[in-house]
């Protein structure tokens, strides 16, 4: 592979010191500490918190908000932005529902869902790059369109009970650790290594710092732009399977909670809303954070009700978060 | 200042293709039968107009700011439930009013605040305080719908001025309200001009920030208001009962021609886009296709007018 003059541009400057040294691995750093300092308190304040079923259980909830999160990483790296991903994955987990239930192979489900979301990611691109919509507008206006398709395919009913080879993606164990956290380390750790060492990967950051440039340098923005948008749709319908895996039934309501976190998670892991800056292990560890206030919510007794409530404002406190630590990169670049 | 309205203000001459896509939706839904042009059924279509036309007006003042607001449904919910709480603990509907007034505007502050102060994103913000009105509105109610209200409120609802039903009569006079604001107020000129180019207007000495904030304030006052149509038509205040309801303001908006982007746009088209979705919905409910289908069709019918505009617009402009 010949790398492109500016990818190997980025790389050269991401592998300076301040690299080694300095913002990303502070800001992973910093994420570390904030997990430590919530897992001290809340050991401290329930019984319950530090015993290994339940360090699992938000591990394993971390993992499928993370799964969710990681295209939304890409797309906001890129300088866009996509708010269809949690309806994305409600419809790609009811037709792999009803796909399983109608006797066929649960592998053809999985098929289903991957490609069920790769397709509503790929019409994100092309609305987005073919009719120049706002990235907000066309992936709210696909936010809606899903939902209702599966309000449609779903007629109010729920659809439970699959074979159990199929539930063992979301509920089986290996060595005692859930299959749902081997499948986080598997696309951190992917994705990661495509980010960093691919020129596509370099090109999205490039894109998402600025886009003409990027242009200019000779980048196919469109294009890229428009595999980015199918890749989070094709990780909406691998979060899918995994999702309906582990709770065993789909309904049409199923995905609209898992909004918030997965915003909130990208965000909280350091990755700026603006473009062009974060990492997937951010978003990792910003999964944990979020797994860990709502388990912490459970254990304390705290009603559901408080939910969107707290997840709102983690959200907003991430982004003017994210605002300040921006300023203070500008001021030192 | 005259001079400088005219030069802020942006007025694109050609007709929006809300009107002729309008008008083929109201003919196919005339033609379709079902008992569409029945005098009640048209006497509906102004009540079920009424809440979206509310919501649309403020909206078309913040798009064109380039902003945008996916909390309004939350909010709404919010304040009807607030208003709901007080009527349910024994206060007068102006007391009542004016707790939901309160709780609108705080809303509309802080999303205004976030936005103009900081920068941010309108549509993250507003997802944030999506998030916490509908936690706040959980919170207060358990999640549970709030009743015994007392007949005030329907009454209100059902009462007429002037043969005009309530409801109809207050989201007019809030397209009344607007249209004054946007078109013959320094706060119009400042909309116009914070969408198109807030840096000069900034330079020019003019503090943007607050005008900015007070865009979004205004959207959680009418807010406010809304609840009142809302809680007295089901006479009762659920927690979630709005949300969802950004979307059609969003796309009545949208259809109406108003554009994210150069901070032009004009209301008249918003309160098309609100009659095209209102005879679309009403239609296809008398054709018993169910809402979630609806929803498909609004997205649909987006996606055709902007790419009419846009193709209208690159064929004015000729070849780039």
């Known amino acids: 592979m010949t790398p492109s003059p500016v990818a190997a541009g980025a790389r050269a400057a991401r592998a300076g010191w301040r690299h080694r040294l300095g913002a990303d691995n502070a800001t992973l750093a910093l994420r570390v500490a904030l997990i430590l300092a919530m897992a001290i308190g809340l050991a401290l304040s329930t019984d319950v918190f530090l015993t290994t079923t339940n360090v699992l259980n938000v591990l394993r909830q971390a993992s499928l908000l993370l799964l969710l999160a990681a295209g939304l990483t890409l797309v906001i790296l890129c300088g866009g932005f996509d708010l269809s991903v949690a309806s994305n994955l409600t419809l790609s987990a009811c037709l792999a529902a009803g796909v399983i239930k109608s006797g066929a192979s649960p592998w053809l489900g999985v098929a289903t869902a991957l490609a069920c979301g790769t397709c509503a990611g790929a019409l994100n691109g092309l609305a987005i790059t073919l009719l120049r919509l706002p990235a907000f507008l066309a992936t709210y206006a696909m936010l ?190 | 200042m005259t001079a400088f309205a005219q030069r802020v203000r942006y007025r694109p001459r050609r007709l929006p293709a809300i009107v002729p896509i309008g008008i083929v939706v109201v003919a196919g839904a005339v033609l379709a039968g079902h008992g569409f042009a029945s005098p009640r059924n048209i006497g509906n279509l102004g009540l079920q107009a009424s809440v979206l036309l509310m919501l649309s007006m403020p909206m078309t003042l913040i798009i064109m700011s380039e902003g945008l607001d996916l909390s309004a449904g939350a909010v709404l919910s919010l304040c009807s439930v607030a208003m709901g709480l007080s009527l349910a603990a024994g206060h007068g509907i102006g007391v009542a009013l004016a707790v939901s007034l309160a709780a609108g505007l705080a809303f509309g502050v802080t999303n205004g605040a976030l936005v103009s102060l900081f920068g941010l994103p309108p549509f993250v913000v507003t997802l944030g305080t999506l998030g916490i009105a509908e936690g706040c509105a959980l919170v207060l109610t358990d999640g549970n719908a709030v009743s015994g209200l007392g007949a005030g409120i329907s009454t209100l609802y059902a009462s007429h001025y002037a043969g005009v039903p309530f409801p109809v009569a207050v989201a007019l006079a809030t397209w009344l309200v607007t249209h004054v604001l946007l078109y013959h107020t320094r706060f119009g000129n400042y909309v116009f001009a914070i969408g198109g180019n807030r840096d000069a207007l900034v330079l020019a000495g003019v503090p943007a920030w607050a005008w900015h904030i007070a865009i979004y304030a205004y959207g959680g006052l009418v807010s406010g208001v809304a609840a009142l149509l809302l809680t007295g038509r089901m006479n009762a205040a659920h927690p979630t ?52 289908l609806q929803v498909v069709a609004i997205g649909v019918l987006i996606m055709a007018v902007i790419v009419i505009d846009s193709a209208h617009s690159t064929w004015r402009a000729g070849p780039a």
């Open chain 1, 144 to 333: 809606w369109i899903l939902q209702g398709l599966a309000f449609h395919y779903m007629g109010g009913q729920e659809i439970y009970g699959f074979p159990a080879a199929f539930r063992a993606l979301g509920t089986g164990r290996f060595l005692g650790v859930p299959v749902p956290v081997y499948l986080m380390g598997a696309v951190v750790a992917a994705g990661t290594l495509f980010l960093r060492n691919t020129n596509f990967g370099q090109e999205i950051y490039a894109i998402g710092a600025n886009p003409e440039a990027a242009r200019l340098s000779g980048i196919p923005v469109r294009r890229r732009q428009m595999l980015v948008y199918a890749l989070s749709g094709l990780m909406s319908g691998l979060a899918a399977v995994v999702y309906l895996a582990r709770v065993n039934a789909a309904d049409s309501g199923m995905g609209e909670p898992l909004l918030l976190p997965a915003i909130a998670a990208v965000l909280i892991g350091g990755t700026s809303l603006f473009g062009g800056a974060g990492s997937l292990a951010g978003t990792a560890l910003g999964s944990i954070i979020l797994a860990m206030v709502i388990n912490g919510m459970n254990l304390l007794d705290i009603k559901a009700q408080w939910q969107p409530l707290v997840v709102g404002a983690v959200l907003l406190a991430a982004v003017l978060v994210d605002l300040i630590g921006r300023g203070r990169r500008e001021r030192i670049g």
């Open chain 2, 241 to 292: 009962v709005a949300i969802g309801m950004e979307f059609d303001a969003i796309a009545a908006v949208v259809l109406g021609g108003t554009s994210f982007e150069r901070g032009d746009g004009r209301l008249a088209g918003s309160v098309l886009g609100v009659a095209t979705i209102t005879v679309l919905r009403n239609a296809l409910d008398l054709l018993g296709v169910e809402s979630s």
